[in-house]
């Protein structure tokens, strides 16, 4: 399996942006597709973003236009550029890894097969 640790989490204000990044190992990195989910406290988890292979990305609706997922194939890297942040978003962040061919569909939790820590990300009033 793929591990991987999140990292960049922080305090923000509304309004502001925030670099999450997901660090991995493992073999074949480059043919994971690597998620982006969130959860808050008293909720369920959340899809946030997904990237397959290179650059085909999907974005759930309520961060559409404000996060933009990427990954850096070489350095075994997965970002995620959040802006214009809210006070919904505070949540903690996963970056999970899916096998390919596994057949799920992207944007359900339990299709993925490696989960990291999460990084938490607060906004300030």
């Known amino acids: 399996q793929v591990q991987l640790v999140e990292s960049g989490g922080g305090v923000v204000q509304a309004g502001g942006s925030l670099r999450l990044s997901c660090a991995a190992s493992g073999r074949s990195f480059s043919s994971y597709t690597m998620g982006w989910f969130r959860q808050a406290p008293g909720l369920e988890r959340e899809f946030v973003a997904v990237?397959?292979?290179?650059?085909?990305?999907y974005y759930s609706n309520s961060v559409k236009g404000r996060f933009t997922i990427s990954r850096d194939n070489a350095e075994n890297m997965v970002y995620l550029q959040m802006n214009s942040l809210k006070p919904e978003d505070t949540a903690a962040y996963y970056c999970?890894?899916?096998?390919?061919?596994?057949?799920?569909?992207?944007?359900?939790?339990?299709?993925?097969?490696?989960w990291g820590q999460g990084a938490q990300v607060t906004l300030s009033s």
């Open positions: 990237i397959i292979r290179a650059n085909t990305r």
């Open positions: 999970p890894a899916r096998a390919p061919n596994t057949g799920s569909l992207f944007y359900l939790d339990r299709g993925y097969d490696c």
